[in-house]
């Protein structure tokens, strides 16, 4: 038994014993991962890792020797399955019975697949571990063309790395334009450009229809309009499930994540959750009840439980953020601009540093800054304050942001 039982080995659940001990938590901690590898940076996956620019030691969160010599114990290659709310304890896949005081919940998701044929065949991959990105490393000597499916930021980021190394690859994406998720039109339309340029082929509007294959393995991604694209790898990025069915079945709120409050507190007694597994309600998006996926809101969240169990509660309110690096573009982002009712873009995309600046009924939401750390860093105050400003400075890149405040 461990006064604090940690599930999930990622940014959230790594972050979270490391604020503990930092906040002189003196009681036992363990963190139990279903992967083999002590806690690492997910973003370099699609970037410095697949490019072969960093090694796997080098996105370590903290060296090896870090958690043992902070007394936390990691239990590695071993999943939680279920969790029994009354007795305090989980069981392990091996069988294991682990009880606890306090259960931090930080396991992230898991990909979404596709759900037609052949979405199983030997070169159809995800980007969410280690081991995905290991076997694409492995694969991709007899690759000669790729298809990513997904126009999102881990695609995206994929396609720039592969290009660069002089693969040839097609993006398709069912909507009319690439980020459309997450970010506005201008930006969409500047990504799209870029890849272009760099000799990507995108194709918006396109549903996939099956993988094909010859002797289990992928050879081309057919269309709904039939068309076939030859291609010895399918890289899959269309977003995660969280892992939440234990802690549900356990009886914990929640559907599209695990339901939190403002401390990250679950339904459950001592049982917490963190990270892009946790619904909780954000300021940044009218308190709606969101999941985030960035390492901000996994460290931000992993914070907020580590001051709650050290008696220093402080609800979780911290403006979210977010980077991007694709070919030798910087992208940063503050607040959310989903909902934004007017997106003004100062700088020229033509010249590959500007930003857009979100707003809705006037006030700032969110900012896209590509190249621009300035205006990231100035625009965060805005964003913080949600700043009604004249949108005619706004849109001239010459007048600092922090004058507009
Ligand atoms: P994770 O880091 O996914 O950790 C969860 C861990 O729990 C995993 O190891 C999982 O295998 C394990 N687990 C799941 N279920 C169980 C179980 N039952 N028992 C034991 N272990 C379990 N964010 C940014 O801010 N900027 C970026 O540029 C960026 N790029 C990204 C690129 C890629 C390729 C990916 C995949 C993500 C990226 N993200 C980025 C998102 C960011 O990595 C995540 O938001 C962050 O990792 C979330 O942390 P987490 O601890 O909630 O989940």
Known sequence: SYDVLIVGAGHAGAQAAIALRQRKFAGTIAMV????????????????????????????????AFWAEREIVTILGNRVETVDPVAKTVTLG??????????????GGSPRRLTCTGNALRGVHAVRNRADVDRMIAELPDVTRIVVIGGGYIGLEAAAVLTKMGKPVTVLEAQDRVLARVAGEPLSRFFEAEHRAHGVEIRLNVTVACIEERDGAAVGVRLADD????????????????????????????????AVDAQCRTSLPDVYAIGDCAAHANRFADCATIRLESVQNANDQANTVAKLLTGAPEP??????????????????????????????????????????????????????????????????????????????????????????
Not at 37 to 52: F, I, N, Q, T, V
Not at 328 to 350: E, F, M, W, Y
């Open 33 to 64: 991962g279903d992967e083999r590898e002590l806690p690492y940076e997910r973003p370099p996956l699609s970037k410095d890792y697949l490019a072969g620019d960093k090694p796997f030691e080098r996105i370590l969160i903290r060296p090896a």
């Open 94 to 107: 091996d069988g294991a019975v682990i009880g606890y005081g306090a259960l931090i919940w930080a396991t």
């Open 227 to 258: 068309t076939i694209l030859d291609c010895e790898m399918v890289i899959v990025g269309i977003g995660i499930e969280p892992a939440v069915a234990a802690v549900l079945a356990a009886g914990a709120d929640g559907g599209n994540g695990v």
């Open 316 to 405: 979780y309110d911290a403006v979210p953020w977010f980077w991007s690096h694709q070919y030798d573009l910087k992208l940063q982002t503050v607040g959310l601009s989903i909902g934004h009712d007017a997106a003004i873009v100062r700088g020229d995309p033509a010249a590959r540093a500007f930003s857009v600046v979100y707003l809705k009924a006037g006030r700032v939401v969110a900012l896209d800054c590509v190249n621009a750390t300035r205006d990231y860093v100035q625009g965060r105050a805005l964003v913080e304050r949600g700043a009604i400003v004249d949108p005619v400075p706004l849109a001239d890149a010459a007048v600092p942001l922090k004058t507009l405040a």
